[in-house]
C-alpha cells in the first residue's frame, strides 16, 4: 500500500521567517497532520494557552524531565529551554498520523540523528536575512531586546541551511505555502521501505 507510512516533518529556520504561519496554511490543507505541543521554559505571550501553544515547564520542571530522558530532543534557544516530548510523538505514530515538528536548528540535527529517513527535513529561509527584523517586530510579540537575541542567533541558522534536504525560501506567502504542501503530500505518498509497495 502506497502512504500508509507516517512520517515526522521537521519544520525549522530562524525565529520571524514565518514557520508557524506556514504550518497551519499546511495544516488547512492536511488536517490529518497532527502538530507536535513543545516544553519550554519560556513565560507564556499573551493569548498563548498551556498544552495547547506550549506545555509551559519551569525550569526545574524541565531538567528533572530531561534527566529522566522525557525528550526527543531538547535545546536552549535565546536564554530559553524548549523541548520535543517523545510522548507527543510516540502518540502519533502509534495511531498511524504524521506529525509536524516547529523547532529550531540545533533540534532539528538532533530529530536527524535519531529519526534518520522516517524523519523529513524542511528548512524555512527568507528572501532576505533583513526581513526576520521586519517581521518580528510585525509580529509584535517580542520584546526590542529579545528580537535582537533572536537576530543574533539567525545568523548561525542560516548558515546551516544545506544541512536539510528541503529548503523553502518564505518570500510570497502563498507561493511558499504551495511549496511547502506538495512538498508534503509527496513525502506522505512515498514509502519508505519498496517491499511496502508489493503489500
Ligand atoms: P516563526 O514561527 O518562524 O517565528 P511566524 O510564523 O510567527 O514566524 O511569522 C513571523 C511574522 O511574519 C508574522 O507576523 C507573520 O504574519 C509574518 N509572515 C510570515 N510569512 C510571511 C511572508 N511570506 N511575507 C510577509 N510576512 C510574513
Ligand atoms: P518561540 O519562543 O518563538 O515560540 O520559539 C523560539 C524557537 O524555539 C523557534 O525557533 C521554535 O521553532 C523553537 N522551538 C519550539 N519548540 C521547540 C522544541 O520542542 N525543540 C526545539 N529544539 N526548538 C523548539
Redesign the pocket.
Known sequence: MVGVKSRVFVI?G??GVG?GTLISRLREQIPELELSV???T?KPRAGEVDGRD?HFLTPEEFARRAEAGDFL???T??G?R???LRSEVERTLRSGRSLV????V??ARQVRAVMGDEAVLIFIAPPDPKVLRERLAGRGTDSEEAIARRLETAKQELEAQQEFKHVIVNDDLDRATEELVRIVRSELSTTLDPADDQA
Open positions: 525549522t530562524p525565529s514557520k513543545s516544553a519550554t519560556r506550549y530532543e531538547h535545546a534557544f535565546s530559553n524548549y523541548g520535543t515538528l516547529e523547532i529550531e540545533q533540534g
